[in-house]
Nanobody, 115 residues
Framework: QVQLVESGGGLVQPGGSLRLSCAAS????????MGWYRQAPGKQRELVAS???????NYADSVKSRFTISRDNAKNTVYLQMNSLKPEDTAVYYC?????????WGQGTQVTVSS
């Protein structure tokens, strides 16, 4: 019943850009810290970026200055703008909604950066 649905993944060349979107339904969106995680083959899932309802952001060192997380509480949507993409950014990207009593995950969207 509670859903996070990612979109915007795809295949891009190095140096290109993508914008990921995560639409949340049936949750009190503004009570959750929203985040983007990614998991590459053979690696553990890692935090890419997070944002509080008040707009405080946190980024992994590997994506700082290249990625921007944002949220629109009125639309129950969180975004990840990904610029200057590198092959090492290739992964499945997952949307996450987190609060004290809940941890909700989307199904993931594939991002592939390749020539």
């Amino acid at each position: 019943q509670v859903q996070l649905v990612e979109s915007g993944g795809g295949l891009v060349q190095p140096g290109g850009s993508l914008r990921l979107s995560c639409a949340a339904s049936r949750i009190f969106f503004n009570t959750y810290i929203m985040g983007w995680y990614r998991q590459a083959p053979g690696k553990q899932r890692e935090l890419v970026a997070s944002i509080t309802s008040g707009g405080y952001t946190n980024y992994a060192d590997s994506v700082k200055s290249r990625f921007t997380i944002s949220r629109d509480n009125a639309k129950n949507t969180v975004y990840l703008q990904m610029n200057s993409l590198k092959p090492e950014d290739t992964a499945v990207y997952y949307c996450n909604a987190r609060r004290v009593a809940a941890d909700i995950w989307g199904q993931g969207t594939q991002v592939t950066v390749s020539s």
